[in-house]
């Protein structure tokens, strides 16, 4: 009886999390699909359906390019994932591994930058990119994006190569391989679970962003956050929540499906490879 009441509890624990967590997705992707007559209604399941307000999101005709500004953030998205995933695999590799003076300053540093507020480097940022020409190109907000992207890269990959067995590396020097060509063929598919999990938060953390964006773009470069902030319908003084909702909708739901689904294929490479070592 008391280990069913256990088993309960931790079920109960769990819905509830569960329900936080995606509650506000599913308020969101119901709301997206009610007319706009219904707006505020507060039926908890989908009523008075509609797919207009999904065509009205890609409606060029008020002002509004959502088509466009996904196709930017997919590609600010991208380019910030790569070039972080390639610095961030190489330091955290170093700071895993190689036993060199002040790497703890280094831990640090990065550490800092992590916690460094973005509203502080606005203004900064937006003057030297307006004295070198950059406000309203890709680079602009990549770069930025890197920065903040970047520790949390370093960190997550740092932890995970610390754990793995370092003794498969030197059997590979053994046979003849060098430093980076044992990190490359034998360390790094070991990592590959992890790095695909860096991947995924990076990807979303630079879809994410919104105050620089807003700044430093402009209307071909701006990303959807930006565009769904400045969504306008038939009526200038009402926001068209319901579209605002279906393109959030848009954009929010396919990623967290795309991270329940590939987290158990995450759990199972990090499960492999505690077999391999």
Not at 5 to 26: D, H, N, Q, T
Not at 75 to 85: E, H, K, V, Y
Request: no cysteine.
């Amino acid at each position: 009886m008391l280990k069913r009441l256990k088993s309960a509890r931790i079920y109960v624990a769990a819905l509830i999390v569960l329900v936080w967590g995606l509650g506000p997705f599913y308020w969101m992707a119901v709301t997206a699909f009610r007319d706009p007559a219904y707006t505020f209604d507060s039926t908890p399941w989908p009523t008075h359906v509609t797919l207009a307000n999904f065509q009205h999101v890609f409606d060029t005709t008020r002002g509004n390019d959502f088509g466009r500004a996904l196709v930017n953030s997919v590609i600010i998205g991208l380019a910030t994932m790569a070039i972080a995933l390639l610095l961030g695999i190489l330091a955290a590799y170093t700071l895993a591994r190689l036993n060199f003076r002040g790497r703890s300053v280094v831990s640090g540093l990065i550490l800092s930058a992590s916690m460094f507020p973005v509203v502080v480097l606005v203004t900064p940022l937006f003057q030297l990119f307006t004295d070198i020409g950059w406000i309203g190109h890709y680079q602009a907000m990549i770069i930025p994006n890197i920065s903040f992207v970047l520790p949390m890269t370093v960190y997550t990959l740092a932890s995970f190569f610390t754990e793995l067995p370092w003794e498969l590396e030197e059997a590979a020097r053994i046979d003849g391989a060098g430093r980076l060509q044992a990190f490359r063929l034998v360390m790094l598919p070991l990592a590959a679970p992890a790095v695909f999990t860096t991947a995924i938060l990076a990807f979303i953390a630079a879809v994410n962003e919104y105050l620089l964006a807003r700044l430093l773009s402009a209307d071909k470069t701006e990303p959807v956050t930006v565009a769904i902030s400045r969504f306008s319908g038939n009526d200038p003084k009402v926001p068209p929540y319901v579209e605002i909702m279906a393109a959030g909708t848009l954009v929010t739901v396919p990623l967290v499906i795309m991270v329940l689904i590939f987290q158990r294929r995450i759990i199972a490479g990090l499960t492999a490879g505690g077999v391999k070592s």
